[in-house]
């Protein structure tokens, strides 16, 4: 049984909690918030036995094995560190921090203590994307040659929200563009070129981003995000030989439709159960049984790249966080 602690209190670890029900041998046992009224109410409506008001008292819970970060961008880092240090292990809400540099803090951290940690990056443990990464890797649409991405919303959001503050690590990119960006880099690598246009909005947090990823080989990457107006949410991977599309919402797909040259469409679906973070939640789990201090399907060093394209892509369209 790994028993789990939830520190935040928000719209993602409510949908992370009623998936943890999904999960074979897991059980959310403790809450913790920087207000214990939010915590409690919290462990009342998904069963955790405790509810802390600080995110200390949390991680210092010797019965909770493994924790989930589900705070603004923002405050990862700290409450990240504040897990690590405890000895807990850690499953961390995308991006990791901000930036690259404190993310690779806390990587370092997490190896220099023996301590696990992942990136909540959900869609990387997706049964339907890990299914189109085999496809591929079997050669079932050739040479991949270019992989398209969207993830729009509509809005409005008042300056306040943490999608347009900046001291929250507001902005499309970071929120919805780490998805485009991590599909492309889990299919292609590591670009060698990169092309970024955006629409800032008052506060200095970008509303609608493109971006383009080269590659020596040849191939690339055309990925976009905002939040200005709701996209189809789709991608499409190319090959030399065939497609595979991935319906709206790619990064949780319930079904991908796989094009080879000469044949008829296949359709292949997958279980609508759950709101599709049960997958992370297994696979951290598989990590600790198996005395793991990371995952290999969302590895250290793909979280530390996906960063650094992060980092440039701000550089680029010129937003800057304090």
């Known amino acids: 049984m790994t028993r789990w602690g939830i520190l935040a209190t928000g719209h993602i670890a409510s949908r992370f909690a009623e998936d943890l029900r999904l999960v074979p041998d897991a059980e959310l046992v403790a809450v913790g918030s920087r207000a214990v009224e939010s915590a409690q109410r919290f462990a009342d409506t998904y069963g955790a ?3 802390y008001g600080s995110w200390v008292e949390l991680a210092a819970d010797p019965e909770v094995d493994a924790i989930y970060v589900a705070t603004p961008h923002s405050a990862h880092y700290e409450a990240a560190m504040t897990c690590l240090t405890a000895g807990r292990a850690v499953l961390l809400e995308k991006p990791f921090t901000l930036e690259l540099a404190t993310s690779t803090e806390l990587v370092d951290t997490a190896r220099a203590a023996g301590v696990f940690l992942m990136e909540a990056m959900w869609m990387r443990t ?9 496809l591929i890797a079997e050669g079932a649409i050739g040479t991949v040659s270019s992989v398209r991405a969207d993830f729009g919303v509509p809005g409005p959001f008042p300056p306040e929200h943490r999608m347009r503050n900046p001291a929250l690590g507001g902005g499309a990119l970071l929120d919805l563009g780490i ?3 991590s599909l492309a880099h889990l299919l292609l690598g590591v670009p060698q070129h990169i092309r970024s246009w ?3 909005g008052p506060e200095g947090t970008d509303e609608n981003t493109g971006i383009l990823f080269g590659y020596d080989s040849g191939a690339l990457a055309a990925l976009s995000c905002g939040m200005v107006g709701s996209s189809e949410l789709s991608a499409s991977i190319t090959g030399s030989t065939g497609r595979i599309d991935l319906p709206e919402p790619f990064f949780r797909p319930g079904s ?4 080879r040259a ?3 469409p296949e359709t292949i679906t997958a279980d609508g159960a759950g709101n599709g973070y049960q997958y992370e939640a297994i696979e951290v789990q598989r ?3 198996a ?3 990371e995952s290999p399907l969302v590895p250290h060093a793909a979280t530390l790249e996906v960063m650094a394209l992060l980092d440039a892509v701000r550089e680029q369209i010129g937003v800057r966080y304090e």
């Open 49 to 51: 036995k405790r509810a």
């Open 126 to 134: 997706n049964p339907m994307i890990l299914r189109a990464a085999e």
């Open 179 to 181: 998805y485009p960006i």
């Open 198 to 200: 955006a629409k800032l």
């Open 256 to 259: 991908l439709t796989l094009h």
């Open 262 to 264: 000469g044949a008829e």
């Open 287 to 289: 990590c600790l049984a």
């Open 291 to 293: 005395g793991l201090t």
